[in-house]
């Protein structure tokens, strides 16, 4: 049963603003709400992490709502680098693993 | 630069040679994982280690053999393959193993002829 469902692709331009939207339904009252990013034949990379209202760091901001059902991830002025694959995940108590879905694939284009 | 690092980056064998992966971290964690990563697929978990005892075995075929001789180290002892094996092999850490933040490696991409 997946625990985290997100759109499989987006597109968009240079300089705008992408939301990528995330569904858990199921979330547990200890889960955090974590996204990566991964670029091709590499590692996923942390990008942020929140449990719930709003968290900003220097790359991304994530929405949570107050029931926690869903969160959004917000990528402000996107540029071609940002064209990869970006995972929402959920990360509980000890004894959970991270379980990575298909992710969102977003394209970038000039 | 993640602080995790994997060699060979690339590995080409057939399948009756034996090779093995390497994965050091420099982070100071507690856990450390292996993943593997087919062509358009999610990333699968294969195995955890955390304070260098198994703790995860995700039915893993026995050709994949892991080692953690200490908290910074972690190899992929590879045996027999056969050329669905090909994939990206990544590694990661994370301070515990129970669900935090992970620092992956760049990866190891093994073609299985």
């Known amino acids: 049963l997946a625990k985290t469902t997100q759109p499989i692709s987006m597109d968009s331009y240079e300089g705008q603003e992408v939301n990528i939207t995330c569904s858990h339904n199921n979330i547990a009252t200890n889960d955090y709400i974590t996204w990566y990013q991964q670029f091709p034949s590499q590692g996923p990379r942390f990008i942020i992490q929140?449990?719930?209202t709003k968290v900003t760091n220097e790359v991304a901001s994530l929405f949570i709502p107050a029931d926690r059902k869903s969160s959004t991830l917000s990528l402000p002025r996107v540029s071609l680098s940002d064209t990869a694959v970006y995972y929402c995940l959920l990360a509980g108590s000890s004894g959970d693993k991270l379980t990575f879905g298909t992710g969102t694939r977003l394209a970038v284009r000039p | 630069e993640t602080g995790v690092t994997q060699t060979p980056r690339h590995l080409v064998m057939g399948m009756t040679n034996k090779k093995s992966l390497k994965c050091e971290q420099h982070?100071?964690?507690?856990?450390m994982y292996w993943y593997k990563q087919s062509a358009k697929k999610p990333l699968e978990l294969m195995f955890v280690y955390s304070l260098e005892e198994r703790v995860e075995n995700n039915s893993v075929p026995s050709r994949f053999s892991p080692e953690c001789p200490n908290s910074s180290h972690l190899f992929l002892h590879l045996h027999t393959l056969q050329p669905e094996d090909s994939a990206l092999y990544l590694c990661a850490s994370s301070q515990d193993s129970g669900g935090e933040t992970q620092y992956f490696g760049p990866g190891t991409r093994l073609l299985v002829l």
């Open positions: 929140g449990y719930k």
């Open positions: 982070l100071g964690h507690n856990a």
